[in-house]
């Protein structure tokens, strides 16, 4: 059974910064891609990181050089380092898998509140 399990989210100051990881257990074959998104209130979730396989990473225009995504194969673990921190950015954010011909995976989502 896979699970993907959202960790280090949390409450922070504007201009502050969290990394988010995600632990990946169980077996998921064909990946093509990895990715964090976000959801606020009142709002489509929407992507705010995304990696290829090959190591290709794609940002949004409004988080492009405050976030940036990784990830370590040997820890099964994708991160999501998010610098400069703004209120905008408040949101729950969840853990994406995308691979070949079955439904994309997400995890349980982590809140992230960016206020003074």
């Known amino acids: 059974q896979v699970q993907l399990v959202e960790s280090g989210g949390g409450l922070v100051q504007p201009g502050g910064s969290l990394r988010l990881s995600c632990t990946i257990s169980?077996?998921?074959?064909?990946?093509?891609?990895m990715g964090w998104y976000r959801q606020a209130p009142g709002k489509e979730r929407e992507l705010v990181a995304a990696?290829?396989?090959?190591?290709?990473?794609n940002y949004p225009d409004s988080v492009k050089g405050r976030f940036t995504i990784s990830r370590d194969n040997a820890k099964n673990t994708l991160y999501l380092q998010m610098n400069s921190l703004k209120p905008e950015d408040t949101a729950v954010y969840y853990c994406?898998?995308?691979?070949?011909?079955?439904?994309?995976?997400w995890g349980q989502g982590t809140q992230v509140t960016v206020s003074s």
């Open positions: 169980g077996t998921i074959f064909s990946i093509y891609a």
């Open positions: 994406n898998i995308k691979a070949y011909r079955v439904s994309d995976y």
């Open positions: 990696i290829s396989t090959g190591g290709t990473t």
